[in-house]
């Protein structure tokens, strides 16, 4: 099995920053797709610019910290006022589809349950 493109989530960045730790690594995943399914309603549907940066930052940090490049990336333009290059919905989509065909794979290819 191959690592997922590094600029959707750069698991070797991740691995990196928790001594390759496989059960932490699903949990931190698990736990950034939490905060995209609890932030993306925010973010998109606050009419209160000081909510939609304050959820943006958090959503940047969650995502940069695990090393969810473009997602991060999107947040931070919206935190900053900045059109992103690809919709919040589109990088919230594109995370969570990558991350949970990531989790149903153990590391040498095969399903986990």
């Not at 935190?79 to 989509?93: H, K, M, T, W, Y």
Request: negative net charge.
């Amino acid at each position: 099995m191959s690592d997922p493109d590094p600029q959707i989530i750069d698991l070797a960045f991740l691995r990196s920053l928790i001594a390759g730790d496989a059960a932490l690594e699903r949990d931190l995943l698990r736990l950034l797709l939490e905060q995209c399914a609890s932030l993306l309603p925010v973010i998109a549907g606050s009419d209160d610019p000081q909510t939609r940066r304050d959820a943006a930052h958090t959503l940047r940090g969650g995502a940069a910290g695990l090393g969810a490049k473009r997602l991060a990336e999107t947040a931070a333009a919206i935190e900053e006022g900045r059109r992103p290059d690809i919709s919040l919905e589109a990088a919230v989509a594109e995370i969570r589809e990558t991350v949970e065909r990531h989790l149903a794979q153990g590391r040498d290819g095969r399903l986990v349950a």
